[in-house]
């Protein structure tokens, strides 16, 4: 089945121990990209990545790297995570320009 | 950043009336997008629309898109209860790759 698969589904951490939250996809898309989603926002983009080895910072980065060693693989990673980073993260890839995204099912990352 | 805009915020209707949902941009695109995310979940891909194009069908959705108005809107004709989630619109930047910026959404209630 083609999907995007994020781990873990929910996660409630402390502020400062870092953390890395995991995206896969198993269809070969060039694109791969991270959201943040918060009441009354919308989705923001974090980062996203055009291809292995080639990512670029979205609205809101700060606070969060990335990479793309593999085309499957688009790790998000915190640093040192803080409470302003409580939301809902979505990961999501796609085949490229005038195509559809496929989404996963998101990870609710709770900063206390 | 660019983002699309959708009008109204919040929507309520009954089952079988159509719902009509709009979205407005700042800048050019190369085709905009609709998805639909039931609560909490991850988004789905509705349907795309280039930016050449005028009017797109897909089942009981249609979307238009006036580029010259910097607007799209998506109409759900009779509506289910199944249609209760949250719609947003989203745009690529022809000038940064693959980025999808989204709106903050609409809310559709359909009450049986």
């Known amino acids: 089945e083609a999907q995007v698969t994020q781990n873990p589904r929910y996660l409630i951490t402390v502020t400062g121990k870092k953390l890395t939250v995991t995206c896969s996809q198993n269809m070969n898309h060039e694109y791969m990209s991270w959201y943040r989603q918060d009441p009354g926002l919308g989705l923001r983009q974090i980062y996203y990545?055009?291809?292995?080895?080639?990512?670029d910072k979205g609205d809101v980065p700060e606070g969060y790297k990335v990479s793309r060693k593999e085309k499957r693989n688009f790790p998000l990673i915190l640093e040192s995570p803080s409470p302003n980073q409580t939301s809902l993260y979505f990961c999501a890839s796609g085949p490229g320009t005038n195509y559809g995204y496929t989404f996963g099912s998101g990870t609710r990352l709770t900063v206390v | 950043s660019q983002q699309g805009e959708e009008d109204p915020q919040a929507l309520s209707i009954q089952e079988g009336e159509n719902a009509t949902m709009n979205c407005s941009y700042k800048t050019s695109i190369n085709n905009l997008q609709w998805y639909r995310q039931n609560s909490g979940r991850g988004l789905v891909h509705l349907i795309l629309?280039?930016?050449?194009?005028r009017e797109k069908h897909s089942g009981r959705l249609r979307v238009t898109l006036d580029t010259s108005k910097k607007s799209s809107s998506l109409l759900i004709t009779a509506s289910r209860a199944a249609d209760t989630a949250s719609y947003f619109c989203a745009t690529d930047n022809p000038n940064s790759g693959y980025a999808l910026n989204f709106g903050k959404g609409t809310s559709l209630l359909v009450t049986p």
């Open positions: 990545s055009m291809n292995v080895e080639v990512t």
């Open positions: 629309i280039r930016s050449n194009e």
